[in-house]
């Protein structure tokens, strides 16, 4: 055996024991052999274990540099990104090692599929708080209009030389209910807007029957009852037969269900927090 891949035994081994401190001595097999992204992707696992976000991701590029196929070192890259808060990035990379992992038939495919759920929620709570942010600061804004304009009115009505003590003071009392009128609405009309963003529910056929997830990939079965992709596939390694029909199934009989694919994305991307549903 090389000395490269005894290095690598031996990192495999402490990672089994949760030694990834230990393990990271995979940088002993990438100083004997720099061309195997295999090390660079063991060693990113390692690092993300550890939390070196940043580390990881640099060893996840130099494995993308040698094999641009690669499906760990695009989902690993996906991992760290999501970790540094960079959402737009992990979903691209998410997405690429979801497409890989379906073309490999690799097992990882369902939890590469929820990274790409995850890094969509944390994107919609990115885009959330800049809505919320920036609709705070417009209702901010337009009460102090409303404020200012009382204010013009209420020195008007003072100032004006043909009002009585009385006119002036009915005139007051009818602009402070003008004014907390309009505050009131203006509130109401922000809440009411607020609503669409609260709703808590996700309908039925949005879920996947087996997972009880929200769809990602769903594909269609012969009695037309829809599944995950990666769901049904690995329940189709052991049983081939539709699990609600129990008619005889195969991967070739599932069709991709585009439609409701679209259905799930455009809810996903009003509705981030059906991620966790």
Not at 66 to 88: E, I
């Amino acid at each position: 055996m090389q000395p490269a891949e005894l290095h690598k035994e031996a990192g495999n081994a402490l990672f089994s024991h949760e030694d990834y401190e230990g393990a990271i001595r995979y940088t002993k097999a990438i100083v004997q052999d720099a061309s195997n992204p295999a090390y660079f992707t063991n060693r990113a696992l390692c690092r993300l274990r550890l939390h070196k976000y940043e580390e990881a991701l640099a060893d996840c590029q130099k494995a993308l540099e040698l094999t641009s196929d690669n499906m760990k070192a695009h989902f690993y890259k996906a991992q760290a990104l999501l970790a540094l808060d960079r959402p737009n990035e992990a979903l691209r990379s998410s997405k690429l090692a979801y497409e890989l992992a379906l073309k490999q038939k690799s097992p990882s495919a369902s939890s590469i599929a929820q990274t790409v759920l995850n890094a969509k929620k944390r994107r919609w709570e990115v885009m959330e708080h800049r809505r919320v942010e920036k609709e705070g600061q417009l209702l901010f804004e337009m009460k102090d209009i409303l404020h200012a304009r009382y204010e013009t009115k209420i020195k008007q009505a003072e100032e004006d030389p043909d009002a009585t003590e009385q006119e002036k003071i009915e005139s007051r009392e009818f602009l402070e209910y003008e004014y907390s009128e309009k505050i009131s609405q203006l509130e109401h009309t922000f809440e009411r807007s607020d609503e669409k963003y609260r709703k808590r529910e996700v309908p039925d056929y949005l879920i996947d029957p087996i997972s009880f997830n929200v769809f990602y990939d769903p594909v269609v079965s012969k009695s037309g009852q829809s599944f995950e992709r990666s769901v049904i596939l690995e329940h189709l390694k052991n049983h081939k037969f539709d699990p609600f029909t129990r008619e005889y199934l195969t991967e070739r009989d599932l069709r991709s269900n585009l439609s409701l694919k679209a259905a799930c994305e455009q809810f996903l991307d009003e509705n981030g927090w059906a991620v966790d549903y």
